[in-house]
Nanobody, 115 residues
Framework: VQLVESGGGLVQPGGSLRLSCAAS????????IRWYRQAPGKERELVAE????????NYADSMKGRFTISRDNAKNTVYLQMNSLTPEDTAVYYC?????????WGQGTQVTVSS
């Protein structure tokens, strides 16, 4: 199982980024995927999750209305569209899949929101 995040970078407050999580090594369309983030000095927190078919999503309260999670099962990829970013969104963003009872994480992608 491999998960590879991309799309992070430096963005100004109010800006947008789209993160990608490319998966391989398992039957991607069978599993829900979650995005997490970890800011310096803070615990890792759940950002959003999407069901295996993509027909159900959930968000942390602070992300509702600003972030959108989606997936393309034909491309084995999950996306996180992030709008109206603030400095508080600065963190390393990770995707996670739980496959056969085991948690698999990507290496993370850094998002920095700063002017």
């Amino acid at each position: 199982v491999q998960l590879v995040e991309s799309g992070g970078g430096l963005v100004q407050p109010g800006g947008s980024l789209r993160l990608s999580c490319a998966a391989s090594g398992f039957t991607f369309s069978w599993y829900a995927i979650r995005w997490y983030r970890q800011a310096p000095g803070k615990e890792r927190e759940l950002v959003a999750e999407i069901s295996s078919a993509g027909d159900s999503t959930n968000y942390a309260d602070s992300m509702k209305g600003r972030f959108t999670i989606s997936r393309d099962n034909a491309k084995n990829t999950v996306y996180l569209q992030m709008n109206s970013l603030t400095p508080e969104d600065t963190a390393v963003y990770y995707c996670k899949a739980k496959v056969h009872g085991l948690n698999y994480w990507g290496q993370g992608t850094q998002v920095t929101v700063s002017s």
